[in-house]
């Protein structure tokens, strides 16, 4: 489904956006030296790790620079429709 995006912060930008994707990579820090000691696939992650749970996707306006989830730019071009 197609959704007419709006800006909600310049308010007149509906073309010129950057979509985001968004690749969590699960890693675990040393806590002291903040030296990276594993970095897992969402298969192998650990218990008590959570997995990632955000958007894919993050538009930013082309036009100011916003960043915003999706549905907040496609909320915004509903309402402005
Ligand atoms: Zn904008």
């Given amino acids: ?4 995006y709006c800006c909600p912060n310049c308010r007149t930008n ?3 956006f950057n979509l985001i994707q968004q690749v969590a990579t699960p890693i675990k820090k040393d806590p002291r030296s903040g030296e990276i000691v594993a970095q897992y696939s969402n298969d ?3 218990p008590f ?3 990632y749970n955000g958007p894919d996707v993050r538009v930013q306006c082309a036009a100011c620079g916003l960043i915003e989830d999706e549905k907040t730019f496609a909320a915004f071009g509903q309402r402005s429709q």
């Fill in 1 to 4: 489904m197609s959704q007419v």
């Fill in 44 to 46: 192998t992650i650990e």
């Fill in 49 to 51: 790790h959570l997995a």
């Fill in 14 to 16: 509906k073309s010129r």
